[in-house]
């Protein structure tokens, strides 16, 4: 099947500090990658969807500046979150399409800011 | 607007027990409806899906009929296993590709 791998896979940072976070698809290629972020006990909800080469659409409410997301490969999209602070906590999780039909999940990434 | 209402955990089942996990869903168009599930540890994977009203999916003794009469998709397993434990998410994409989930609604099955 197709495995989405991300790295880290949680991670602590102070206040003020940048985040990357690295979104692969191990075997296949994923035209189109999606990032969703998690709180405790309620839905996923989509954040951003890019293409490979071309600058992602991010959704209503999610600032572009401090969540940069590139999606340089057909195999790696990253998502930096810029001076991190507390409300930034939580769980976000990648995940990889072929073809916008199905959806390929990454296991998340669980970001606490000090 | 489009939205996802499945119902609150945990739940907790013996080994062989019904399972049914509630899931309604409010959207524009007709969407496709999904239940993917969460093993500790992994990432979302899909169980089982659905594109049209009355359809049925099915997979690895789960299933769900999408009714669009009352806007739902619940899931059902007639006998669950200690490896049935796991979150599961109900969601729908609509006609923009867009997914919504639900909040997950996390299963334990004891021996």
């Known amino acids: 099947g197709a495995v989405v791998s991300q790295h880290p896979s949680w991670v602590i940072c102070k206040s003020g500090t940048s985040v990357k976070i690295e979104c692969r698809s191990l075997?296949?290629?994923?035209?189109?990658m999606f990032w969703y972020r998690q709180f405790p006990k309620q839905s996923l909800m989509l954040m951003a969807t890019?293409?490979?080469?071309?600058?992602?659409?991010?959704e209503q409410g999610v600032e572009k500046d401090k969540f940069l997301i590139n999606h340089a490969s057909l195999t790696l999209s990253t998502l930096t979150v810029t001076s991190a602070h507390p409300e930034d906590s939580s769980f976000y999780i990648c995940?990889?399409?072929?073809?916008?039909?199905?959806?390929?999940f990454g296991p998340g990434t669980r970001l606490l800011v000090l | 607007g489009n939205s996802v209402t499945q119902m609150e955990g945990p739940v907790t089942l013996s080994e062989e027990a019904f399972l049914t996990i509630n899931c309604t869903y409010t959207?524009?168009?007709?969407?496709?409806l999904f239940w993917y599930v969460q093993y500790p540890g992994e990432g979302l994977q899909l169980l089982l899906k659905?594109?049209?009203?009355?359809d049925k999916g099915s997979n690895k003794g789960f299933e769900a009929t999408y009714r669009k009469e009352t806007t739902s998709f619940h899931l059902e397993k007639g006998s669950v296993q200690v490896s049935d434990s796991a979150v599961y998410f109900c969601?729908?994409?609509?006609?923009?590709?867009?997914?919504?989930f639900g909040t997950g609604t996390s299963l334990t099955v004891i021996p």
């Open positions: 890019s293409n490979e080469g071309s600058k992602a659409t991010y």
């Open positions: 959207a524009t168009g007709y969407p496709s």
């Open positions: 075997d296949f290629q994923a035209t189109t």
């Open positions: 969601a729908l994409k609509n006609t923009g590709n867009q997914f919504y």
């Open positions: 659905a594109t049209k009203a009355d």
């Open positions: 995940s990889g399409s072929r073809n916008r039909e199905t959806q390929y």
